[in-house]
């Protein structure tokens, strides 16, 4: 099992930029995939972005795309998300989530999530 704690969100204005980590527990963090999911009130919760246990492969939502980086450090435990020209509709609650399974972005087949952290962007 594995606890997962996010930090990094805020407010920025549209066009900035922020960086979310994602400390992971215990000493199997590489043997997890990772990804990073999002939930706008009174929509469902989706997924921005997934990488491999060795951070070899990555996955991004479209609207993410070109815009969003993720990242790992296996000797850190930790997962991060930059987010550079953000604007109003990534705002949210992020958050980070692990699985043992194959390589997905389907929110269910993740095992262990954290408890979310609000990004705002303001217009």
């Known amino acids: 099992q594995v606890q997962l704690v996010e930090s990094g969100g805020g407010l920025v204005q549209a066009g900035g930029s922020l960086r979310l980590s994602c400390a992971a527990s215990?000493?199997?963090?590489?043997?997890?995939?990772m990804g990073w999911f999002r939930q706008a009130p009174g929509k469902e919760r989706d997924v921005v972005a997934t990488?491999?246990?060795?951070?070899?492969?990555?996955y991004y939502a479209d609207s993410v795309k070109g815009r969003f980086t993720i990242s790992r450090d296996n000797a850190k435990n930790t997962v991060y998300l930059q987010m550079n020209s953000l604007k109003p509709e990534d705002t949210a609650v992020y958050y980070c989530?692990?699985?043992?399974?194959?390589?997905?972005?389907?929110?269910?087949?993740?095992?262990?999530w954290g408890q979310g952290t609000q990004v705002t962007v303001s217009s």
């Open positions: 990488v491999s246990r060795w951070g070899t492969n990555t």
């Open positions: 989530a692990a699985t043992r399974r194959t390589a997905t972005s389907v929110s269910y087949e993740y095992e262990f």
């Open positions: 215990g000493r199997t963090f590489s043997t997890y995939v």
